[in-house]
């Protein structure tokens, strides 16, 4: 089965070739590739039936030469120490690639947040602060949502940050609108995928309008890119979840999914729609194919039924290594993750920009911001690709570890 949570090989493969193509000796890749520094505390909580748990969080802090570590916290059982470093870093390439002024970081405690009651969920989490508030700040480290975390936790961090060192918003992005939080930040990565698309399209794919897009997922990214691509004039014809995918081949009727989806929890039995199964949703002809629920979902066991032109990373590490040498042979274009799914680490800047200004732009401010960034990352990625004959995820990793590489020249190490 796969995992959202699956340790990022195509990540480590993808910089080390890029390091070597780079022609960087083996230390500067150990720079790029080694944790600042790496924080492991156990969180004990009495829950609510008079019991001791105890918890282990964690907190890895890759690189702050472009700016304050930046990352999610991910409340899952699965999280270890060695899944933390390896998103660490594709946090610092990511935020590079984007070319904005910060690092990389991740965290995570390994907690089933869905077996928690909010009264636990908010001791857990006010507690790591405690055990961690002097690793993180606006200056320092900034928190994020990221599986199994939201706007409340994001709440609950600012309040127990606040409470040490005065009135801190910008300690933690993702927060509740009425805490600091930025418009637009919701939709943010499924908006974001839509314009990388659009990107593309208009460079290499084709008119966008009327093309076809499946998408696997339909949760925060897979359905705000179901209908920003929709507004785009992309026929959306097949969505999923974990349950069942629907097929329709003249377009979905969204907003009429989402309402069904909403009134009973299943994407089961639509009016005017097919169910297929996930392997059928996977070989449905497509332009574009979006993968936006699971890591490592393409393997070397079903890449052989896709049948898209293009394959765009809305999750993370959608794809494996082996099935990306298999899609490559067939000519099928890879539009990373780095690149895909980066919106919503660049609203989650404008928010901190806002807090630190105490200031809140309006919704097209943010809109029109991250479609100009997201553009420059894609134009960027597009014409190294072109220029040096490599592919678009080579392409990235080169880019984003240029400028890491040179900034951290530019502090002498
Ligand atoms: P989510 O939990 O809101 O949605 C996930 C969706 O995938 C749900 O609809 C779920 O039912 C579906 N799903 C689960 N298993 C499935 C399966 N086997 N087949 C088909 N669908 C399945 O999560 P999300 O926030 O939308 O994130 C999706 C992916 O994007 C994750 O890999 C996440 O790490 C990545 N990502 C998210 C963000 C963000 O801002 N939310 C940013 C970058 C990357």
Known sequence: MPSKTKALSTFTEALAAASERLGYSDSIHKLLTLSAREIKVAIPIVRDNGELAVFSGYRVQHHNARGPYKGGLRYHPEVNLG??????????LKTALMDIPLGGAKGGIDCDPHSLTSRELEMLTRKFVKRMHRHIGPEMDIMAPDIGTDASIMGWIHSEYSAIYGHSPAVVTGKPINL???????????????????????????????????????????????????????????????????????????????????????????DGHQNISHEELLALECDYLIPAALGGAITRKNVDTLNCRHLVEAANAPVTPEAEEILLKRNVEIVPDILANAGGVVVSYFEWVQNLQRRAWPLFKVDKELNRILHNAAHDVMSRSHDEGITLRAAAYEIASMRVKDALDATGF
């Open 83 to 92: 899944e933390v470093r390896d998103l660490a870093s594709l946090m610092t």
């Open 180 to 270: 600091g939080g930025s418009q637009g930040r919701e939709k943010a990565t499924g908006y974001g995928v839509s314009i990388v698309v659009d990107a593309v399209a208009r460079t290499r794919g084709g008119p966008l309008s009327g093309a076809s897009a499946v998408i696997q997922g339909f949760g925060n990214v897979g359905m705000h890119a179901a209908f920003c691509l929709r507004d785009l004039g992309v026929k959306v014809i097949a969505v999923s979840d974990s349950r069942t995918a629907v097929y329709g081949k003249d377009g979905l009727d969204l907003d009429g999914l989402v309402k069904h989806k909403q009134e009973r929890g299943t994407l089961e039995d639509v």
